[in-house]
């Protein structure tokens, strides 16, 4: 194979000719969005690595160079890229200098077997060497002790993929083992320290950016609360591992440690001169919001959906959907010529909205596409704050929280009913600051009118389905079921929800997932059933923990243990009485034989008759007195 069957790739040699290094498709849609505000219109960009497709998307309007390792991977993106070089690290064209050098992949996906070993610091520095004066260099860099490792139900030490020829660790020094570690590589190589994200969930899937200092400081932020909360439930779903991420990722939030905890850390750095050995505070600093920086970047939705920034402004958070070319700058080189795609994906940025429905006539909810937009509201979030009473049994601190809610429902609605976000926002999605409540996203919003009622008993129902999946202590007792909990928790919010609403809550919250999931007909029937048949013995949904399912198996096993003492006290209740039935059938058979109740007997027997005679006798008098009566 020579460079001739791709006309626009180079093979400067080292290239591995039958490896790919391909990501999953929105695997990193956050990089492709914060890429996009990163690079100006026309600037040069060394793309090092294998991105997420997306990636390329957002930098349409630059000239892109692919620097790859694995030749595979230059056919998915030749056509999209202005040069792709398939070398490693060490086919860095000579004498080019760009504006921007993205390693979103980190540096060991640029690294290849067929060429010289270079370590992490050697790899660096030619990346910081291919640098202008004043460009930027967007790094990924792996944590070692990342939540990924904490909570993987395989030991990282034993890998045994294709890509894991060599396993990296704390051990390895030749690497950073923490964030600290890699501000002062940075700076040895001549490049100062813009900012840091941390990257949530996985190595290999990014769906949340969020910036390092603020999760440092905002312990109780709502925003960062939720979206660690959903980004590791959707990010490990159906994966086997030792304990709940998304619990450990939230503990880690309100102890200041969400972002050491991050799976992998996204740096911009800025080239600062000549390197050196001894970097200088300065050059460590972090300056989160230069360029107008977002402080997070989070995926909404499923695959395909877009990406939502948060901006900190002088009148603080407010949201902020991206647009294609975010950044320009005095010094960035135009294009002339602007290369068009015959077969471009679907722009990164634009909303999609979920495909109709079969039963869309009957569709509960729809999603507003201007949304989420405004400020975004600062307190805690409802959930954290239930699931905290909950655990100090502090039932006055729940009833304030539950009949608050309540209050803020009732004075929202419109003849006792509700409409839009309000109706459809559960406890994960409503901000608590003192005593006012908000909405946190209000991408979903209802299309019916719902009671105020049913609205209170669907929140209060998911809270009580993953306080009692989850097994959560709490204050009652531990023999309710989710319904049963759900009414309880009603009497708190001052509300008396019978069995009948609660019902109905089931029924609106299966409709409205069958509507955000946009699936059939029968998908609402199918997804009430399932609902309905939720029992506190049953694992969280999400990823398969096991705490979480050794915490069943416990629950499971003192039901269990709890129906066998019922079902051995009513055997024994039963014996009981089968033993008292035999001694009176005794006692009447031995009565039967004396002489007395022989001669009771033959005393009666005179009687009975009489008593029939007379009765015979009163029936005829009737019937001629009626006969008389007739004529």
Not at 297 to 322: K, N, Q, Y
Not at 508 to 532: F, M, N, Q, Y
Request: glycine share 8%.
């Amino acid at each position: 194979m020579t460079a001739g069957t791709a006309p626009s790739v180079r093979l400067p040699g080292g290239e591995m000719l039958t490896w790919s290094d391909r990501p999953g498709e929105n695997a990193d849609r956050p990089l492709a969005a914060l890429a996009a505000r990163l690079v100006p219109a026309g600037a040069r960009v060394l793309l090092a690595g294998a991105h997420d497709p997306a990636v390329l998307d957002a930098l349409t309007h630059a000239r892109v160079t692919c620097l790859l390792r694995g030749y595979r991977d230059a056919a998915t993106v030749t056509g999209r890229a202005d040069q792709v070089v398939v070398a490693g690290s060490a086919g860095l064209p000579a004498g080019e200098e760009y504006d921007v050098v993205i390693a979103g992949a980190g540096l060991d996906a640029i690294e290849s077997v067929e060429g010289p070993r270079l370590c992490w610091d050697e790899i660096l520095a030619r990346l910081a060497a291919a640098l202008r004066p004043d460009g930027e260099l967007l790094l990924r860099v792996p944590n070692p002790l990342g939540l990924h490792r904490l909570v993987a139900g395989d030991a990282w030490y034993a890998g045994r993929a294709d890509a894991e020829w060599t396993v990296d660790g704390v051990l390895d020094t030749s690497r950073p083992a923490n964030l600290d570690q890699a501000r002062v590589r940075l700076a040895t190589a001549g490049l100062g320290v813009v900012t840091c994200f941390a990257a949530y969930p996985r190595m290999d899937l990014t769906t949340a950016l969020l910036a390092t200092d603020q999760l440092s400081w905002r312990t109780t932020n709502a925003l960062f609360d939720a979206v660690l909360h959903d980004a590791c439930t959707s990010g490990f779903a159906g994966r086997f591992v030792l304990a709940d991420p998304a619990r450990l990722a939230v503990d880690a939030l309100h102890a200041g440690r969400a972002a050491d905890l991050a799976p992998s850390w996204l740096v911009l750095a800025r080239r600062t001169g000549t390197s050196r050995s001894t970097p200088t505070p300065a050059d460590m600093g972090e300056h989160v919001g230069a360029h107008g920086l977002p402080v997070a970047l989070v995926r909404f939705g499923a695959v395909g959906s877009t990406v939502v920034e948060v901006i900190d402004g002088a009148s603080g958070w407010h949201w902020r959907r991206p647009e294609p070319h975010a950044r320009t700058e005095p010094h960035a080189r135009p294009e002339p010529h602007v290369r068009a795609e015959p077969h471009a994906r679907p722009e990164p940025h634009a909303r999609t909205e979920p495909a109709p429905a079969p039963y869309a006539s009957r569709m509960v909810a729809h999603r507003d596409p201007a949304a989420p937009d405004g400020p975004v509201p600062d307190g805690r979030l409802l959930r954290s704050l239930l699931l905290d009473g909950c655990l100090r049994r502090d039932t006055s601190r729940l009833r304030h929280l539950l009949r608050g809610y309540t209050d803020w429902l009732t004075g929202q609605a419109d003849d006792g009913r509700l409409t839009g976000a309000v109706a459809l926002a559960g406890a994960e999605n409503l901000v608590v600051a003192g005593d006012r409540f908000a909405v946190l996203d209000p991408t979903w919003r209802a299309d019916e009118p719902l009671p105020v009622d049913v609205v209170l008993a669907r929140t209060l129902w998911r809270f009580s389905a993953d306080l009692l999946t989850g097994g959560y202590a709490h204050p009652w007792t531990s023999t309710l079921d989710v319904a049963g909990l759900t009414v309880v928790l009603g009497g708190v919010a001052g509300r008396d929800l019978d069995r009948a609403v609660v019902d109905a809550a089931v029924e609106t919250e299966a409709a409205v997932s069958a509507t955000v999931r946009g699936l059939d007909a029968d998908g609402p029937i199918r997804l009430a059933a399932d609902l309905r048949a939720v029992t506190p013995t049953d694992p969280p949904p999400g990823p398969r923990s096991y705490q979480q399912l050794r915490e069943a198996w416990l629950r499971q096993r003192d039901e269990n243990t709890r129906l066998a003492a019922a079902l051995k006290w009513t055997e024994e209740l039963l014996t009981s009485r089968e033993r008292a039935l035999r001694r009176a059938e005794a006692k009447i058979d031995l009565l039967s034989g004396t002489l007395g109740y022989k001669a009771a007997r033959l005393a009666i027997t005179p009687a009975r008759l009489a008593r029939r005679g007379a009765r015979a006798a009163t029936r005829r008098a009737r019937a001629i007195v009626t006969r008389k009566e007739r004529t």
